[in-house]
């Protein structure tokens, strides 16, 4: 298998982070499967960077993620992340590895028939059934860390305050954030989460009475740039409707759909990863589109900046500190490249 670098981290880390996969089974829907990934204040007992395999055969070594070791001591926050359409459970490790050196623990589940291998392969569902399996997915997942039940993550479920839950999800992932907190799709609501984060939401396809359910703390980050799910027909409509206060939302000036995920990442790498079929090139390039260009930040810039918009308003909105994320909303308020509004 072919492994390349990727560099430095978003942000210096504060703390030793592990990561693990494994996939739970929800017997309850005919023994589906949740491939999951996990990230969470670890112990440094001299593990090996973990290594993300994009696709059978091409991967990636983390940044800063050691491979499984024990997880530290403490209570920390859970924070759930929801990949978009095409997306996988391990397409935003950045963002992810960077929460978790933050303070938190975060899981992100794969939502099978829309991931990247399911497009490329027609195993793709259609936009209801991937509605459907996106919520019970997330509740399923949120049931098995809240509970403690998962083989391999004991320890780490240990550490998580369930009294401090988010959900965060990009595109796609986003509608998943919000509809799981609010109950849709035969899923009533998740009374223990306590804020929603959406990442160049999509959620053209949720009601406005559905989106007036979302009556928790929620921060939208927007793309000025994002031409997928432009804030005109999606960021805006839940800005107007979602009831839940605090409610902040930051306009990311120069970025465009994929600002939050790894796939910058992979357009920088793919010309060092030898027989990756063109097919694959070409998608990772193309998706890419938006990235880089005329008038567009420095993609490690712009994730740096929602890295520190995310955790500000996760200190503020789930009381871990109030204090200190006010004053890290006071910076994001002074930023050079971000529009930010809060009330």
């Given at each position: 298998?072919?492994?390349?670098?990727?560099?430095?981290?978003?942000?210096?880390?504060?703390?030793?982070i592990?990561?693990?996969?494994?996939?739970?089974?929800?017997?309850a829907?005919?023994?589906?499967?949740?491939?999951?990934?996990?990230?969470?204040?670890?112990?440094?007992?001299?593990?090996?960077?973990?290594?993300?395999?994009?696709l059978?055969?091409?991967?990636?070594?983390?940044?800063t993620?050691?491979?499984?070791?024990?997880?530290?001591?403490?209570?920390?926050?859970?924070?759930?992340?929801?990949?978009?359409r095409?997306?996988?459970?391990?397409?935003?490790?950045?963002l992810?590895?960077?929460?978790?050196?933050?303070?938190a623990?975060?899981?992100?589940?794969?939502?099978?028939?829309?991931?990247?291998?399911?497009?490329?392969?027609?195993?793709?569902?259609?936009?209801?059934?991937?509605?459907?399996?996106?919520?019970?997915?997330?509740?399923?997942v949120?049931?098995?860390?809240?509970?403690?039940?998962?083989?391999?993550?004991?320890?780490?479920?240990?550490?998580?305050?369930?009294?401090?839950?988010?959900?965060?999800?990009?595109?796609?992932?986003?509608?998943?954030?919000?509809?799981?907190?609010?109950?849709?799709?035969?899923?009533?609501?998740?009374?223990?989460?306590?804020?929603?984060?959406?990442?160049?939401?999509?959620?053209?396809?949720?009601?406005?009475?559905?989106?007036?359910?979302?009556?928790?703390?929620?921060?939208?980050?927007?793309?000025?740039?994002?031409?997928?799910?432009?804030?005109?027909t999606?960021?805006?409509?839940?800005?107007?409707?979602?009831?839940?206060?605090?409610?902040?939302?930051?306009?990311?000036?120069?970025?465009g759909?994929?600002?939050?995920?790894?796939?910058?990442?992979?357009?920088?790498?793919?010309?060092?990863?030898?027989?990756?079929?063109d097919?694959?090139?070409?998608?990772?390039?193309?998706?890419?589109?938006?990235?880089s260009?005329?008038?567009?930040r420095?993609?490690r810039?712009?994730?740096?900046?929602?890295?520190?918009?995310?955790?500000?308003?996760?200190?503020?909105a789930?009381q871990?500190d109030v204090?200190?994320?006010?004053?890290?909303?006071?910076?994001l308020?002074?930023?050079?490249?971000?529009?930010?509004?809060?009330?």
């Amino acid at each position: 298998m072919d492994v390349v670098e990727t560099g430095d981290p978003i942000e210096e880390p504060s703390r030793c982070i592990g990561r693990r996969s494994l996939t739970l089974v929800d017997e309850a829907r005919d023994s589906r499967g949740v491939p999951i990934e996990v990230w969470y204040p670890a112990v440094d007992g001299g593990e090996a960077r973990s290594v993300y395999e994009v696709l059978p055969g091409v991967a990636f070594r983390g940044v800063t993620a050691l491979d499984s070791p024990s997880a530290s001591a403490g209570s920390f926050p859970l924070v759930l992340m929801s990949h978009g359409r095409t997306g996988t459970r391990i397409s935003y490790s950045l963002l992810c590895e960077a929460l978790a050196a933050r303070g938190a623990v975060v899981v992100a589940p794969d939502h099978s028939g829309d991931t990247l291998v399911d497009w490329l392969t027609g195993a793709n569902v259609d936009d209801r059934t991937n509605e459907m399996n996106r919520v019970f997915d997330a509740g399923f997942v949120l049931d098995t860390l809240l509970s403690g039940r998962a083989d391999g993550l004991d320890d780490v479920a240990g550490t998580v305050d369930s009294t401090k839950v988010a959900l965060m999800g990009h595109s796609y992932g986003a509608f998943t954030a919000f509809a799981t907190s609010a109950g849709s799709r035969g899923v009533s609501p998740r009374s223990e989460v306590g804020a929603v984060v959406g990442l160049q939401p999509y959620v053209k396809s949720m009601s406005e009475s559905l989106l007036g359910r979302v009556a928790v703390p929620s921060l939208l980050l927007v793309g000025e740039r994002d031409t997928v799910t432009p804030a005109a027909t999606d960021a805006d409509r839940a800005w107007r409707h979602v009831p839940g206060r605090p409610a902040w939302r930051v306009d990311l000036l120069g970025a465009g759909h994929q600002a939050s995920s790894d796939i910058a990442l992979y357009a920088e790498l793919v010309d060092q990863v030898p027989n990756l079929p063109d097919l694959v090139r070409d998608y990772l390039v193309a998706t890419a589109e938006g990235t880089s260009g005329p008038g567009i930040r420095p993609w490690r810039s712009v994730l740096a900046d929602q890295v520190a918009a995310v955790w500000a308003f996760l200190q503020v909105a789930l009381q871990i500190d109030v204090a200190g994320g006010e004053e890290d909303l006071e910076l994001l308020v002074g930023a050079d490249g971000l529009m930010v509004t809060c009330r």
